[in-house]
């Protein structure tokens, strides 16, 4: 792929803003990397994959995204659109740009990094010592080697020793929720194995992955980290992670959550946060 | 630690082909469906089958269903059952014989899912009014002012 140009647009999708510090951090690595980053996301860019039961809202907003995107091509000179989720990356593959003139290149984050691994390589300098089961799904590989792009820039850092584990079916977590069972299964493999290799993390490479498994973290001494989050403690980088902390009983501070509005917090994301994770819920018969 | 087999054009993307993707989506439906020879190989290949208790279904069948659900007609029950649980494995685009020949399977899936919710009505809509409320709560909790005003 010829960038031409290092400014880009980061697209980290809406879920994502779950994960504020892994947000920073991926941007951080564009930037370290020597790219010149506009991050975008949330509803204002949704490509509406969601929204298959609305075709023509999807279609208005995908038409908003794409403009948006040919917009800071046109006029900032951003002619790539950095992907961190694999829906919005293969619903713009597939369906937005056949359906709209997009003026863009477009590639995922973990391609980028990999084809600059050798700029990163020389900061990744603090041993992290762990024994690392990659929690891995099949689906995006119909786009993006992901599995293969990420065990490449894990095995960049010094002291970190990755484990074969199970790959799991759909594209990321989310995807399995909507199927009775699976999401349980998934889940439950990924920690059998990881007790079984006496890993002592399990490295996640999506937010919805990520989510569904955080509240897990400590479990068996099996921590839960991002491969952002390792590749940043590999800089000396504190890689701090909100969303985990809260799924494991912790809260956000008063502040924040009177500034988010308190009840809408406690309406909207209380529940969620305090949901028990699916392998414990599997084994109290609780639907997914 | 390999990934199968991927089929990615980094960084390129398609020329549009419509106006939008709602016509896009709309046109593609009944073209795929024209390639699709009702094998089964995209069924037999993906693994939520089992998740589903479908194994024992005719894959030709449910594959026909798929074809009949892109032209806008009503699929088999089995058939919607199987689209209406696709996790996006992708593992039907590589398993696929008439791929060569420029059929997406999954695109085929995901359009024969948009058929059964939209036009035969054999999915039931299901809505979530509070996904970007949530999302939005999310963004203010963590976001600094300067954050939520740039990146969203």
Not at chain 1, 50 to 59: E, I, K, V, Y
Not at chain 1, 222 to 231: A, G, S
């Amino acid at each position: 792929m010829a960038l031409g140009a290092d400014r880009i647009t980061f697209w980290f999708g809406c879920n994502m803003l779950r994960h504020a510090e892994m947000i920073r951090l991926s941007i951080m690595l564009l930037e370290r990397a020597g790219y010149d980053v506009s991050a975008a996301g949330g509803a204002a860019y949704c490509c509406g994959t969601a929204h298959d039961h609305q075709p023509r809202a999807a279609s208005n907003m995908a038409a908003r995204t794409v403009a948006r995107f040919n917009e800071a091509a046109e006029k900032d000179g951003r002619s790539t659109v950095v992907t961190w989720c694999p829906s919005c990356h293969m619903h713009m593959s597939d369906i937005m740009a056949p359906g709209n003139s997009a003026v863009f290149e477009v590639t995922h984050i973990t391609e980028l990094l990999a084809d600059c691994a050798d700029r990163l390589a020389p900061l990744l300098k603090v041993p992290v010592n762990r024994r690392v089961l990659l929690h891995r799904h099949v689906g995006f590989a119909t786009h993006v080697p992901v599995n293969d792009r990420v065990v490449g820039l894990l095995s960049r850092i010094p002291g970190l020793e990755l484990v074969e584990g199970p790959v799991h079916p759909g594209h990321m977590c989310s995807a399995l929720a909507a199927v009775p069972g699976a999401l349980a299964t998934a889940a439950h493999d990924t920690w059998t194995a990881a007790v079984a290799k006496h890993s002592d993390t399990v490295c996640t490479i999506f937010h919805s992955c990520h989510r569904e498994l955080s509240a897990l973290d400590g479990k068996d001494n099996v921590r839960i980290r991002n491969w952002v989050q390792l590749i940043a403690e590999a800089m000396g980088i504190d890689a701090s992670d909100a969303y985990l902390d809260w799924r494991k009983g912790g809260a956000p501070d008063i502040a924040a959550i009177e500034r988010a509005d308190q009840s809408r917090y406690h309406a909207l994301v209380e529940p969620e946060l305090r949901k028990p994770p699916p392998l414990i819920a599997a084994a109290q018969g609780m639907v997914e | 630690m390999t990934d199968a087999a991927h089929l990615y054009n980094m960084g390129k993307l398609h020329a549009a082909r419509a106006e939008t993707t709602e016509a896009f989506l709309a046109e593609t439906g009944p073209e795929l469906a024209a390639l699709c020879t009702a094998c089964g190989a995209c069924f037999d290949a993906c693994p939520m089958v089992d998740h589903l208790g479908l194994r024992a279904s005719d894959p030709k069948s449910t594959t026909d269903g798929l074809r009949r659900l892109a032209r806008g007609e009503p699929g088999h029950a089995d058939t919607i059952s199987w689209v209406s649980a696709c996790t996006k494995s992708g593992l039907c685009v590589a398993a696929c014989p008439e791929s060569s020949s420029g059929l997406d399977a999954m695109l085929l899936v995901r359009i024969a899912k948009q058929r059964a919710l939209n036009d035969t009505g054999q999915l039931p809509v299901k809505q979530d009014p509070t996904y970007f409320p949530r999302l939005k709560v999310y963004a203010r909790l963590q976001l600094s002012d300067e954050e939520l005003a740039k990146w969203l």
